[in-house]
C-alpha cells in the first residue's frame, strides 16, 4: 500500500515535472543565464541556446531516498542510467526516461556466495560486450566487476607489480573497459596516468599520462638543475604533470579531461591504442577562452574540465566545474553551445560532477544539489547538429540549406558562415563563396575561392585582357618616342638658341673690337695730331 | 655638374646606393619638406600593410581601429632613429645636422614605402600559393632602404665603413633607452594622476560628509 502510493507521487512529481517543462518549452529562452558562443577573435559574443534545461531529478523523484554527493552517471547501450550514488555506497540504475528505478546495486555476492557491500564508490562503466558492470569501489580499494544481476566475477586490487609504487595508495575513481575487456581504471594521487589492467585482471601499465606544461618556472627549474649538485636536485620538489580526471571510451579512441587550475595544456585528449595524443600538437583550448576574473574571491576562473562524453554522433561534451558549464565541440574540435551556469534553478549548478548523453540530450550530475539535470535540443541545436553532422561528413552541399537556416536564427553563428562558404565553394559559386569566407573571417577558404574566381575571370576575359595590355604597351610605346622627340627638339632648340646667343656674342665682340680699333686710331691721330702741335 | 631639381635629387639617392648621398652633400642638397612627405607616406604605408592586404593573406582586426599604434610604428619610431643617432654622432665627430640627418633618413626609406603598397596592390591579385613574390618583394624592398640608410648615415657624418656600424649600433641602444625613459614617465604621470584623482575622491566624500 505505502509503495504504490510512494509511485504514486513519483508520478504525480514526473508528471508535474513534464508539465512544467511542456510550459517552460513554449515560454521559450528560459535558460538562468545569457547564453553566448566565441567569434572568430576569442570574444563572447550573444549567441541562441542549443540545449534547453528540461527538468531535474533527484532521487527523491525515483523513490529511492536522496541522493548524497553522487559522482558519476553512465548510460549503458540498453539505455539504462546508472547513478553512482556515492554517500549512500549504492549504484541507482534508472529507465531511460528517468522516471522509474530499474534496480539499485548496494551489495553484491562474491564468487564465493559471500555478500560485499560497497565503499564511497565513484565511478561506474558497463560494457556493451558482455553486459558486466565495472564499478570503480574506492574507499575499499578495488574495481569491482559484475553481472548485471549483482554476482562479482572478478575483483581489481592494488597490484603487486613492481611498476606501481607499494608506497603508494590506490583509489580508483574512473573506470572503464575497452571492447577486448581490457579494464582502465583513473586513480587519485597517481599522476602518471589510468592504471591498465588485461581482461585477466593483471596490471600491464600506465596509460596517457599528461605532459608537464612548460611553464617559465620550470624551464628555469631545468636551467639551474644543469648546476645544481644531486642532492640538492634530489630534495627539490618534483615537476609532475596533473592526473586525468576523467574519461570516455568512444570506438579504438580513449578520451580523457584533466580538471586543474594551474594546467592549461592537455587538458582533453584524444588517445589512440597506443597511448599517444591525437589532439597534441592541434593547440585547441577547451573551456572559456577568456577567464572570467572573479573579484569575491580575487582570483581568475580558470577552466577545469571534470568529465567529458562523447555522443553517439561523435560530439564531444566537456563538463566544466568552475563555471558549471557545458562545451559541446563537434568531432573536430569546433565549439558548438555552451549551455548551464552556476546558479540555483533548474539549468544551474553547484558542483557538477559528472555528465552523460542520450541521442540529442544532456544529463548533468550535480554533486551538491544531488540531482540530475535533463537539457533537451533545442529547435536552433538541432539544425546545427544536422548541418555540422552533414559539413563533417563532407556532404556540403547538403548541408547548404541547413546552414542558411541556422543563419536565419542566429547571425553571429561562425561555423554557419564556414559552412555556407564551403558549400557555395564546392558548388563553384566563387563570388559568394568569397563573400561568406569574409564574412566567416577564414582566410583559407577565402583563398581558394579567389583562386576559382580569378581563374574563372581570366577565362572570361582573356581577350581583353591581352587587348588591353598590348594598348598599354603601344600607348607607352608612343609616349615614349613622343618624349623622346620633344627632348631631341627641346634640345636642338635649346642648342639653337645657343648657337644664337653665341653668334650674338661674336658679333657683340666683333663689333666692339671694331669700335675699340676705330677709337684707338681715332686716338692715335689725335696724339699724333697733339705730337704735330707740339713739334711745330 | 649635378644642377638637379628636388624630384631628381630624390630619384639620384635612391637610384645610387653607394654616390647618391656623398653627392647630395657635396651639392647641399635635400629638401626638408620632401624629407616631412616621405615620413607621411611611411605612415600611410604602416596602416597600409596593417588593414589593407588582400583578404587571402589573413585578417586584422577589424572591430576597432586604433591610429595610436601606427603613429607609433611609423613617424615615432623615425623620430627616435633622428634623434637617437643625432645624439649619438653628436659625440662621435660626425658632421651631420639633425636637419641632414632627418632628410637622409627619410630619402633613403623610398624603397621600403615603395614595396609596401606594391606588395598590398599585389595582395589583390595573388593567392596563397604566390606569396613567393610578395616576399621576393619584400625583401629586396627592406634590402634596399637598410643599404641606403647605412649609405645615408655614412655621407651625412662622413665615417668610415666600421665607424658606421658602431654609430648604427649605438643609435638602436640610444632608441631602446629612449623607450625606456618615455615608459618610465609615461608610469610616473600616470601614478601622480591617480594620487591626484585619490586625493580628489577623499575631499569629494569628506565634503559630502
Known amino acids: ?536 | 655638374m649635378m644642377d638637379l631639381t628636388t624630384k631628381e635629387w630624390v630619384k639620384h639617392a635612391v637610384t645610387h646606393p653607394f654616390e647618391g648621398f656623398e653627392d647630395m652633400r657635396w651639392k647641399k642638397s635635400g629638401s626638408l619638406k620632401v624629407a616631412f612627405l616621405i615620413v607621411f607616406l611611411l605612415f600611410l604605408a604602416t596602416i597600409a600593410d596593417g588593414r589593407l592586404y588582400g583578404f587571402q593573406f589573413g585578417v586584422s582586426y577589424d572591430k576597432t581601429f586604433n591610429i595610436i599604434p601606427y603613429i607609433v610604428k611609423s613617424i615615432v619610431l623615425f623620430a627616435a632613429w633622428v634623434v637617437g643617432n643625432w645624439s649619438i654622432c653628436t659625440l662621435l665627430d660626425g658632421e651631420g645636422t639633425m636637419k641632414n640627418i632627418c632628410i637622409y633618413s627619410a630619402y633613403a626609406l623610398v624603397p621600403y614605402i615603395a614595396q609596401v603598397f606594391i606588395t598590398v596592390i599585389l595582395s589583390h591579385f595573388l593567392i596563397q600559393d604566390e606569396v613567393v613574390f610578395i616576399q621576393a618583394i619584400r625583401i629586396l624592398g627592406t634590402g634596399w632602404t637598410v643599404i641606403l640608410l647605412f649609405s645615408a648615415i655614412k655621407s651625412v657624418h662622413q665615417y668610415s665603413f666600421g665607424k658606421t656600424v658602431f654609430a648604427i649600433v649605438l643609435t638602436i641602444a640610444a632608441m631602446l633607452v629612449m623607450l625606456f625613459l618615455l615608459v618610465l614617465f609615461m608610469s610616473l604621470v600616470q601614478q601622480v594622476y591617480i594620487f591626484l584623482s585619490t586625493i580628489y575622491t577623499e575631499i569629494s566624500y569628506r565634503i559630502r560628509v
Not at chain 1, 213 to 233: C, D, H
Not at chain 1, 282 to 298: C, H, I, K, R, V
Open chain 1, 1 to 536: 500500500m505505502r509503495n504504490i502510493s510512494a509511485k504514486l507521487i513519483s508520478l504525480a512529481i514526473a508528471g508535474a515535472a513534464a508539465f512544467g517543462s511542456a510550459a517552460s518549452f513554449t515560454a521559450s529562452a528560459a535558460e538562468p543565464y545569457d547564453v553566448y558562443n566565441y567569434d572568430r577573435w576569442g570574444e563572447a559574443i550573444p549567441s541562441q541556446a542549443g540545449y534547453i534545461a528540461d527538468r531535474a531529478v533527484s532521487g527523491i523523484d525515483l523513490g529511492v531516498g536522496a541522493f548524497s554527493s553522487p559522482s558519476d552517471i553512465f548510460r549503458d547501450h540498453n539505455d539504462i542510467f546508472y547513478i553512482v550514488d556515492g554517500g549512500n555506497n549504492r549504484i541507482v540504475a534508472v529507465n531511460s526516461e528517468l522516471t522509474e528505478v530499474v534496480k539499485v546495486y548496494d551489495s553484491f555476492t562474491m564468487p564465493d556466495g559471500s555478500k560485499t557491500t560497497l565503499k564511497n564508490p565513484q565511478g561506474v562503466y558497463v560494457s556493451a560486450e558482455n553486459d558486466w558492470l565495472y564499478i570503480a569501489d574506492n574507499e575499499n580499494s578495488r574495481v569491482l566487476i559484475a553481472d548485471l544481476e549483482g554476482n562479482v566475477i572478478k575483483e581489481i586490487t592494488k597490484p603487486t607489480s613492481e611498476v606501481y609504487d607499494q608506497k603508494r595508495t590506490f583509489l580508483p575513481q574512473k573506470v572503464i573497459a575497452d571492447k577486448a575487456g581490457n579494464v582502465y581504471v583513473v586513480l587519485g594521487n597517481i599522476t602518471t596516468g589510468a592504471a591498465m589492467f588485461d581482461p585477466e585482471g593483471e596490471f600491464t601499465g600506465f596509460y596517457g599520462a599528461n605532459r608537464v606544461q612548460p611553464t617559465a618556472e620550470i624551464v628555469g627549474n631545468y636551467i639551474t638543475s644543469l648546476f645544481t649538485s644531486e642532492e640538492k636536485k634530489a630534495r627539490r620538489r618534483r615537476n609532475v604533470p596533473t592526473g586525468i580526471t576523467s574519461f570516455d571510451i568512444d570506438g579504438d579512441f580513449i578520451f580523457t579531461c584533466t580538471s586543474s587550475s594551474t594546467q592549461t595544456t592537455d587538458t582533453v585528449k584524444k588517445l589512440n591504442a597506443a597511448g599517444r595524443n591525437i589532439f597534441a600538437n592541434m593547440e585547441l583550448a577547451f573551456g572559456d577562452y577568456t577567464p572570467m576574473y572573479d573579484t569575491s574571491q580575487n582570483k581568475v576562473l580558470q577552466p577545469a574540465i571534470c568529465d567529458i562524453d562523447i555522443a553517439d554522433d561523435g560530439n564531444i561534451n566537456c563538463l566544466d566545474f568552475t563555471t558549471g558549464r557545458v562545451f559541446q565541440y563537434d568531432e573536430d574540435c569546433n565549439l558548438l553551445f555552451i549551455t548551464g551556469t552556476i546558479a540555483k534553478q533548474v539549468g544551474g549548478f553547484d558542483h557538477v560532477a559528472a555528465l552523460e548523453t542520450m541521442g540529442e540530450n544532456l544529463y548533468v550530475l550535480d554533486s551538491q544539489k544531488d540531482t540530475v539535470t535533463v537539457f533537451v535540443e533545442t529547435d536552433f541545436g538541432k539544425i546545427v547538429h544536422k548541418a555540422t553532422a552533414l559539413h563533417n561528413a563532407g556532404y556540403y552541399e547538403e548541408a547548404l540549406d541547413p546552414w542558411y537556416e541556422v543563419l536565419k536564427h542566429d547571425g553571429n553563428y561562425r561555423r554557419a558562415y564556414v559552412g555556407v562558404a564551403s558549400a557555395l565553394l564546392r558548388k563553384g559559386d566563387y563570388e559568394g563563396s568569397m563573400k561568406y569566407a569574409e564574412l566567416a573571417d577564414s582566410p583559407r577558404i577565402y583563398n581558394k575561392a579567389f583562386e576559382g574566381y580569378r581563374m574563372d575571370w581570366l577565362k572570361a576575359h582573356f581577350g581583353q585582357l591581352i587587348l588591353g595590355l598590348a594598348l598599354i604597351a603601344v600607348g607607352l610605346f608612343m609616349l615614349a618616342r613622343l618624349a623622346k622627340k620633344k627632348k631631341a627638339a627641346e634640345l636642338a632648340q635649346h642648342m639653337a638658341q645657343e648657337d644664337a646667343a653665341a653668334e650674338a656674342e661674336h658679333q657683340q665682340h666683333v663689333r666692339e673690337a671694331a669700335r675699340k680699333a676705330v677709337e684707338e686710331m681715332a686716338e692715335q691721330s689725335e696724339n699724333e695730331g697733339k705730337e704735330d702741335e707740339q713739334n711745330s
